[in-house]
């Protein structure tokens, strides 16, 4: 089985997977390690822009039948068995981001991004078999057990158990408004 774990930079999805496919005893694979491994895509200052599509494929072919926790922000756009969107209150991915030195600028892009669920609304138009998990004040361990639990009863779908305008004033500091 194939899991793609998704959601804005800062949600925590290299922490979850990696300790996700350690329970699981699959492979951990960093999407953006593998399309650097690869060639796929070109770095644009310090990001890597790559063709989602060449990804896709690329990965398609080398991964296909195998049990892997692929973990990345792109992730959504492989052809996943299941894709798991975690989710942040806002607030806290503009503290962390804020805490790696990313600038305003992109510190605010991804903040916005957390408030108007992008990565999930991208990720539902991929994929039928789409689950939420919101990962505010729990451990990553308390995160990958909720995971478990759903793949162990079959739940291959849920969505819609945030909503982040509840939270709206809390943010405003870090949106570029
Ligand atoms: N419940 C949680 N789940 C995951 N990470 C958490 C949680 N609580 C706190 N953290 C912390 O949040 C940070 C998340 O960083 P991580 O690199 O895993 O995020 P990411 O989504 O992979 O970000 P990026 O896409 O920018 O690499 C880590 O420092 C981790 O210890």
């Known amino acids: 089985m194939i899991i793609a774990v998704t959601g804005t930079p800062g949600a925590g999805k290299t922490t979850v997977s990696k300790l996700l496919a350690q329970k699981l005893g699959y492979e951990y694979v960093s999407l953006r390690d593998y399309a650097m491994e690869k060639g796929i895509g070109e770095m644009k200052g ?32 492989l052809n996943a068995d299941l894709v798991v969107v975690l989710r942040a209150h806002p607030k806290l991915i503009g503290e962390r981001l804020t805490k790696r030195g990313y600038s305003r600028e ?50 291959r779908r849920r969505v819609g158990i945030v909503d982040w305008s509840e939270v709206y004033d809390e943010v405003i500091p870090y949106l570029r408004l």
């Open 46 to 77: 310090d990001e890597l822009e790559v063709e989602v599509d060449e990804l896709a494929y690329n990965f398609e072919r080398d991964f296909k039948g195998r049990n892997v926790v692929v973990d990345g922000h792109l992730s959504h756009f």
């Open 106 to 155: 992109k510190v605010g892009e991804n903040v916005e991004a957390e408030l108007v669920d992008v990565i999930l609304v991208e990720a539902l138009e991929e994929n039928e078999n789409v689950v939420e998990v919101d990962t505010t004040g729990k451990t990553p361990e308390e995160v990958v057990n909720e995971i478990l639990g759903l793949i162990e009863k079959g739940v």
